[in-house]
């Protein structure tokens, strides 16, 4: 995917169902229908009064709304940044430097895009890509399964993000700890001969297990957002 994955441009993505990819793109431990997905807020807030709904709950709300989540997300990625400046200008002659990224509610709008392809993160993507520029190589590493890879491959290659490799689960996988997986692919990548400076993901298990500089964890608002 370093080369744009030209070849991805090629698959006839209109075979692919975007209910259907949505639907297996839903990680195991995904919402409840009562849980209300958090795209557009839910019914009840967007008629509450402004002032009913202070930006200082935003971590412990009942539901989130996307301006509230973009905000937290952009919040996380200046933090990111500034490290990720300091450290690139740091990387010794022939370090092969690395950003492992999680997909969903991460790299993507998991949770708020409900359409194929799903948008990207802004914040993040905007990090990803300054990272990207100065020869750092993203690696997505996700819980999604195989099943998914084309369709996935190209959503990231398409809202722009270059990817040097993308980790799916395959059958086996699927019955492992999903943090000792993401833990493992990690592991895989340094084989490679990379440093990865800094792993990015929403839940615990995206940064769990160590095999990376620093971390980054953006909101998931107590597992609300997969």
């Not at 998914?148 to 019955?175: C, K, M, Q």
């Not at 940064?207 to 597992?223: N, V």
């Amino acid at each position: 995917m370093k080369s744009r994955h030209t070849w991805l441009n090629r698959v006839s993505v209109t075979a692919v169902s975007a209910t259907a990819f949505l639907a297996l793109a839903a990680p195991a431990e995904a919402l409840p229908a009562s849980a209300a997905p958090v795209s557009a807020a839910s019914a009840q807030l967007s008629q509450a009064p402004a002032a009913a709904a202070p930006a200082a709950a935003s971590s412990t709300a009942a539901a989130v709304d996307y301006e509230t989540w973009q905000r937290d997300c952009q919040a996380v990625m200046d933090k990111a940044l500034p490290y990720l400046k300091e450290r690139i200008a740091q990387g010794k002659p022939g370090e092969k430097q690395a950003i492992v990224l999680d997909i969903d509610n991460t790299a993507l709008e998991t949770d708020f895009g409900f359409s194929f392809p799903q948008p990207a993160n802004k914040p993040v993507l905007k990090v990803a890509q300054y990272a990207e520029e100065r020869g750092v190589d993203l690696f997505f590493v996700t819980a999604r399964p195989d099943i998914i890879y084309v369709p996935t491959a190209w959503n990231l290659d398409h809202v722009g993000y270059e990817s040097s490799g993308l980790y799916v689960r395959g059958f086996l996988d699927l019955f492992k700890d999903v943090a000792e997986y993401k833990t493992a692919q990690r592991i895989d990548i340094e084989r490679k001969g990379y440093t990865i400076i800094a792993n990015i993901g929403n839940s615990a298990t995206d940064l769990s297990g160590g095999h990376a500089e620093k971390t980054f964890k953006l909101p998931d608002y107590d597992g609300q957002l997969s």
